[in-house]
């Protein structure tokens, strides 16, 4: 009785068995929260908050209302791979946004997160407002799940 008491007590307290969060499947209707997923949402504004930093501390020409949004898949181990431009304002402003997405690496993946990738749609933009949004939904042609972090600073 006492083996399967501290075989029991190992397997609920080993923390390798702990729970991942499910993101919910495409066309369910339902909209993944701050309060429903904490571990992915924790993780996009801890990348957030060094994009920002990055971005804040960046020299370069910019106007208001300028501002690029690119694709881009971070791997489990905190690579990125398949960059590309998704909203293009002029070559100098896009390539200097590259940068700064490229000079923040992001952290490997956290406990619970059950995914071997992330397809991100990073926004840098400057207006005259400040805002950090993020969300996360799925693209409709490949219902691939995509993570939004919107970054826009006070031009």
Not at 29 to 36: C, I, R, S, Y
Not at 72 to 92: A, C, F, H, P, W
Not at 127 to 142: N, V
Request: proline residues 3%; hydrophobic residues 35%; neutral net charge.
């Amino acid at each position: 009785m006492k083996k399967i008491l501290i075989l029991l007590l190992i397997f609920f307290l080993n923390p390798l068995s702990s729970k991942c969060e499910e993101l919910y499947p495409f066309g369910s209707g339902k909209t993944a929260t701050k309060e429903t997923h904490p571990i992915y949402f924790g993780y996009m504004e801890d990348y957030a908050k060094e994009l920002r930093k990055a971005f804040e501390n960046k020299k370069m020409f910019a106007l208001c209302h300028w501002g690029t949004s690119y694709y881009l898949t971070i791997t489990r181990d905190g690579e990125i791979k398949d960059m590309r431009v998704s909203v293009y304002q002029n070559d100098y402003f896009d390539q200097k946004v590259k940068e700064i997405i490229m000079s923040v690496k992001p952290l490997p993946f956290r406990d619970g997160m059950n995914l071997d990738y992330m397809k991100f749609s990073i926004y840098l933009g400057y207006e005259d407002f400040e805002d950090i949004h993020f969300s996360i939904g799925a693209d409709a042609r490949t219902t691939d799940k995509c993570f939004t972090v919107h970054i826009t600073l006070k031009k």
